[in-house]
Structures are given as structure tokens and as C-alpha cells.
């Protein structure tokens, strides 16, 4: 079972920045899409970026629009996602996650921001934007 590995958290102050990085266990491992959720502390989760890895074409939820940018390294076999300009209501819990490598066809808006659409999840990692 591929496991998505997650790095790059951790506590910054408002306005600072941070990259998140995901990686699947398996290097081999080729996913269609791959992006990010957060989850605050009594809210539920949410959709934030995705990228379609054969073409590079991104998607944003309109809180993270111009301040997030999602990127990927075909080399690496990685996932970053660098965050600007951080909102302590950014303080989240983010989790990479990753379509099956068998998905074909046109990934929507609508399916993008679907939880469903996703079929691994990584554990997530802390980010705290303190005032």
C-alpha cells in the first residue's frame, strides 16, 4: 500500500511563509493528481490545491488564490506546495493526498475539490500561524 509522506509544517507568524512538501513511499509510484486538504480545529475539512501531474495544470480554493502555490518535481517524484502571505486562519492540519495512478479524463473543478476523488491520504502535518 503506497503511504504519501509529508514534510515541511510548523509554527510561523502572519505574513510569514512555509513549503510543504508530500512524496509517495513507493518512487514509482504515478498518480494522476495529487493535492492538499486542511483541516481546522472544529471545522471541516477543506480543499486547498491540486495539481495534475502529466500537465502541470493547477486548481485553488479562492482563500489560498495568490498566496499558495502548488508545484511538482517529476524528477523527485514530489509534491511541494509553498504558502505565502500566512492568515492565522490558516492554521490547519494539511494532508496530501494523491489520486490512483488509473484515473483517465478531465479532473473538474467540482471533482477536484472532492474528497472522494482522492484515494490516498497522508497522515497530515501541523501549520500554526500565530498573530
Known amino acids: 500500500q503506497v503511504q504519501l509522506e509529508e514534510s515541511g509544517g510548523g509554527l510561523v507568524q502572519t505574513g510569514g511563509s512555509l513549503r510543504l512538501s508530500c512524496a509517495p513511499s513507493?518512487?514509482?509510484?504515478?498518480?494522476?493528481?495529487m493535492g492538499w486538504f486542511r483541516q481546522a480545529p472544529g471545522k471541516e475539512r477543506e480543499f486547498v490545491a491540486v495539481?495534475?501531474?502529466?500537465?502541470?495544470?493547477?486548481f485553488y480554493a479562492d482563500s489560498v488564490k495568490g498566496r499558495f502555490t502548488i508545484s511538482r518535481d517529476n524528477a523527485k517524484n514530489t509534491m511541494y506546495l509553498q504558502m505565502n502571505r500566512l492568515k492565522v486562519e490558516d492554521t490547519a492540519i494539511y494532508y496530501c493526498?494523491?489520486?490512483?495512478?488509473?484515473?483517465?479524463?478531465?479532473?473538474?473543478?467540482?471533482?477536484?475539490?472532492?474528497?472522494?476523488?482522492?484515494?490516498?491520504w497522508g497522515q497530515g502535518t501541523q501549520v500554526t500561524v500565530s498573530s
Open positions: 513507493e518512487r514509482t509510484f504515478g498518480s494522476y493528481a
Open positions: 495539481i495534475k501531474w502529466s500537465v502541470g495544470s493547477t
Open positions: 493526498v494523491a489520486t490512483g495512478s488509473d484515473r483517465r479524463g478531465v479532473l473538474t473543478p467540482l471533482q477536484a475539490m472532492g474528497a472522494m476523488t482522492y484515494d490516498y
